[in-house]
């Protein structure tokens, strides 16, 4: 055909034909046009046999270096990029052109092919139902999950039956913790209905990262009593060798493309608070999941039973309440209730939330903070625990080192920066702290915080006596109501009349 080279196969499948029929017809059989035909007739030598190698149309820009400089550089340092060797060979040599960096590739491709180093081979596995479980981390900072317009920095814990592609995924928001592991892992037990026989993760690096040998013993005993309550068996991947726990390795991008789809759905990456996040990431697995009931029913009866309850997924420390109204506890200020100074509690580190006992009566649920990045120490402060004692003293508003956190809403921290603006500090710490006490006294915390809005929006100042006017009642002016005591004598009066009037009938 015009356009189109002869092929080998073409010819031998002419010459074969010519034997029973014309040219004509084994050429058109054999795809040929008829000059072609009867050219072959005259040289049946194959096409391959006839062509002459093509030489190089221009000079080899890299024929005196690549053996001279190029190998050597190879040899030496065996992992060196070839785009490091490329500018390498610009900086010696200003007179190469720049488009000599895609031949250089090549040629570097093509050596270490013949004599570089062995390369890591992948060994697939065989997957039994019910056999393993994997675990890992993944980080979700790059979706750009807000809640309530605040960016959300966490990861998410991902764990996966390869056999059946059964998955559940928690929201962490610390780190790589053997807290986070354990919960996620028993929540994503108990969601699976069992346990797998085996238990993989990828060696808990972020939990034993910067610990002394005591502490990395004490988690070591720790996740083996965790994996022993379940009647798994623990396995850890080599360090830094990922592929090793491929199986969910690999799941981490079809999860995290699935959860960005499904924002780009929803419209919207924030949320309204964490539970609502929380809410969305397992509606997303469950949907996955549901793509692979079959399977997932059939591994189930190949795991092991669940124990007739969970262990332990939180740390606990003893902590004592000081005079500041608070404790201190992993770089955290936190406060509590003023009648608990002096007295120690007990503290259950959960991943989100800190539980607070005395003895074995819980008395608080605290949100848990984190420590700055740059290692400076943070505050978790609830106004409600402070606030009596601090409009004893309203002017220890101003320096307070917690102020910032002291205030529930933004809309408070604003009235007070407009009061300190209008007015001397004393009467702008005053005022300030009489709203959160309105605030704290009349349960209206969300409602004022809409009117102090309105108010610094108008350009106005905050009217103290209005704002309680309009929030009342208050609770002094309420009527007291007494109630006269009935005397028991006549409940025995009652009882003797009920008792003659069944004797009569």
Known sequence: ????????????????????????????????????????????????????????????????????????????????????????????????????????????????????????????????????????????????????????????YHFRLPWSGFEHAHVILGGESFVALAEG??????????????????????????????????????????????????TRNNKGVAHENGSIESAHGHLKGAIRDGLLMRGSPDFEDLGSYRAFVDEIIGRRNANRGKGIEAERAHLQVLPERRTTDFEEVIVTVSSTGGFTLRKVFYTVPSRLIGHRLRVRLFDDRLEVFMGGTHLLTLPRGRAQANGKHDQVVNYHHVIHSLRKKPMALLHLVYRDKLFPRPEYRRAFEALCAAMPERPA?????????????????????????????????????????????????LPQVFVQPVCLDSYQVLVGTQGMAGESA
């Open 1 to 156: 055909m015009p356009g189109r080279h002869v092929t080998d196969h073409q010819m031998r499948l002419f010459m074969k034909l010519r034997q029973n029929h014309t040219t004509e017809t084994a050429s058109a059989k054999a795809g040929l046009s008829r000059a072609t035909g009867y050219r072959l007739l005259h040289n049946p030598v194959l096409p391959s046999q006839r062509r002459e190698p093509r030489e190089r149309r221009r000079p080899d820009p890299l024929e005196h270096i690549f053996e001279a400089e190029v190998v050597p550089l190879l040899q030496a340092a065996p992992g060196l990029r070839a785009v490091a060797i490329y500018e390498e060979l610009l900086r010696r040599h200003p007179d190469l052109q720049p488009g000599i960096r895609r031949t250089l590739e090549r040629r570097i491709r093509a050596w270490r092919a013949i004599h570089g180093a062995e390369r890591d081979v992948i060994f697939r596995q065989v997957h039994e139902p019910g056999r393993l479980g994997l675990s890992d981390f993944t980080d979700m900072g790059g979706l750009g999950v807000t809640i309530a317009g605040q960016r959300l920095d966490h990861l998410l």
């Open 185 to 234: 892992l028993q929540n994503a037990l108990w969601s699976a209905g069992g346990a797998p026989h085996y238990h993989r993760s990828d060696s808990l690096s972020a939990a034993f990262r910067n610990v002394d040998a005591e502490a990395r013993t004490d988690l070591t005993t720790r996740y083996e009593a965790l994996c022993s309550h379940y009647g798994m068996t623990p």
């Open 429 to 477: 710490c005053k005022i300030t702290v009489e709203l959160l006490a309105l605030a704290h006294e009349r349960n209206c915390e969300g409602e004022l915080a809409n009117e102090l809005g309105q108010v610094l929006r108008s350009g106005s100042l905050p009217d103290l006596a209005t704002l309680r006017t309009k929030f009342s009642p208050d609770p002094a002016d």
